[in-house]
């Protein structure tokens, strides 16, 4: 599998992209946390996120949002790695721990989990 990346919008705190991951598209934003080297990541799907761990995953169960927690640096890394959390609904859409950020994204893409 592989992915496409566009700069959609750039700021000194903030950039957003669009990612092509096998024609499937999502959007990710990479937002510096102040006085830090740090970013606060999201990538939103039509259907789920994939998120840095500053989202909590408890909250996104009261919520029943389904969303994928990375330990990542950069939201390239949580499209090449595998999440360290699953919400409650993410897995009963079907996702694993042992799936990519690239595997979610198309998982939460999915029509089949509208």
């Known amino acids: 599998m592989s992915y496409a990346k566009k700069l959609i919008y750039s700021t000194d705190t903030v950039s957003h ?15 510096s946390l102040p006085g830090s080297e740090q970013f606060f990541l999201a990538i939103t799907c039509s259907h789920g996120m994939l ?3 500053l989202a909590d995953v408890a909250v996104s169960d009261r919520l029943n949002l389904p969303i994928a927690i990375f330990s ?6 949580m499209l090449e ?12 859409m079907g996702a694993t721990i ?14 089949k989990n509208a």
């Open 72 to 77: 990542a640096a950069r939201l390239d890394n």
């Open 17 to 31: 992209y669009r990612y092509d991951v096998n024609n499937v598209f999502a959007e990710g934003v990479e937002i």
């Open 81 to 92: 790695g595998k999440p360290v959390s699953l919400s409650q609904r993410a897995m009963e």
């Open 98 to 111: 042992d799936m990519t950020g690239e595997e979610l994204v198309l998982l939460f893409s999915s029509s």
């Open 51 to 53: 998120a840095c761990r």
